[in-house]
């Protein structure tokens, strides 16, 4: 069957890109190389337009710089490396799926245990109670995960919400959750100052979560599209 003979500007405005846009893509190589006129412009076939919606909708679900990827390995005939990549694309949702999960009971059970009751420690009591080390409290501060305040003598004194924070972090190294990974969680916590507002902040990342997780099925139709092209 007979391609479809399409040029810059016509596989542009389907996604109000603009031409220039389109070359950027091939020259980037997540775009098959086009074939030229006698004159030297180029010309774009339905395969190129197939590619260019992979390479779109790919984005959302995996972030460009792994869109690039993928569309560069199913491009230069290596799917395994495509696959590959989408797989670990799956396991990261998947892992940032069960780092929710953790996070909602964690707070939902530290918020029983501190309700109204306000706390002044030292960093011997908090590693005390968790069952760490002072070292592994510092070496946690280091990574932006606690944020104790400062006495006068210089001491760290952990507030109520500092010992949530250390707890919760407790909780997801022993998930085997990476100290920056925690870091991000333990932010977004801290960043919402009430239980609406965090409630609201969890409901926010399950909802980015589920729209990736989409984005990926739609991913996954386009590019099946593209492969089942000759």
């Given at each position: 069957?007979?391609l479809?003979?399409?040029?810059?500007?016509?596989?542009?405005?389907?996604?109000?890109?603009?031409?220039?846009?389109?070359?950027?893509?091939?020259?980037?190589g997540?775009?098959?190389?086009?074939?030229?006129?006698?004159?030297?412009?180029?010309?774009?076939?339905d395969?190129h337009?197939?590619?260019?919606?992979?390479?779109l909708?790919?984005?959302?679900?995996?972030?460009?710089a792994?869109?690039?990827?993928i569309?560069?390995?199913?491009?230069?005939?290596?799917?395994d490396t495509a696959?590959?990549?989408?797989?670990?694309?799956?396991?990261?949702?998947?892992?940032?799926?069960e780092?929710?999960?953790?996070v909602?009971?964690?707070?939902?059970?530290?918020?029983?245990i501190?309700?109204?009751?306000?706390?002044n420690?030292?960093?011997?009591?908090?590693?005390y109670r968790?069952?760490?080390t002072?070292?592994?409290?510092?070496?946690?501060e280091a990574?932006?995960?606690?944020?104790?305040?400062?006495?006068?003598a210089g001491?760290?004194?952990?507030?109520?919400?500092?010992?949530?924070?250390?707890?919760?972090?407790?909780l997801?190294?022993?998930?085997?959750?990476?100290?920056d990974?925690?870091?991000?969680?333990?932010a977004?916590?801290?960043a919402?100052?009430?239980?609406?507002?965090?409630a609201?902040?969890?409901?926010q990342?399950?909802?980015?979560?589920?729209?990736?997780?989409?984005?990926?099925?739609t991913a996954a139709?386009?590019?099946?599209?593209?492969?089942?092209?000759?």
């Amino acid at each position: 069957m007979a391609l479809k003979s399409q040029r810059p500007v016509d596989l542009a405005r389907e996604h109000g890109l603009s031409a220039q846009a389109i070359r950027n893509y091939e020259a980037d190589g997540v775009l098959p190389p086009a074939a030229r006129t006698a004159s030297g412009y180029r010309i774009y076939t339905d395969v190129h337009a197939a590619a260019l919606r992979a390479f779109l909708a790919l984005i959302p679900a995996y972030g460009h710089a792994t869109a690039r990827t993928i569309m560069r390995a199913v491009l230069g005939g290596d799917p395994d490396t495509a696959l590959r990549t989408i797989d670990q694309g799956h396991a990261l949702l998947l892992r940032d799926r069960e780092t929710l999960d953790s996070v909602e009971i964690a707070i939902a059970i530290l918020s029983e245990i501190s309700e109204g009751k306000r706390v002044n420690l030292q960093i011997g009591e908090v590693a005390y109670r968790l069952g760490v080390t002072p070292a592994t409290l510092r070496k946690w501060e280091a990574a932006g995960i606690l944020t104790p305040r400062r006495d006068r003598a210089g001491q760290r004194i952990y507030d109520e919400d500092d010992l949530r924070d250390a707890q919760l972090a407790h909780l997801l190294r022993r998930g085997g959750y990476r100290l920056d990974h925690i870091a991000t969680v333990t932010a977004q916590v801290r960043a919402s100052d009430n239980t609406a507002a965090l409630a609201e902040s969890l409901a926010q990342w399950r909802r980015r979560l589920t729209a990736r997780g989409r984005a990926m099925l739609t991913a996954a139709a386009r590019l099946g599209d593209l492969l089942d092209r000759p």
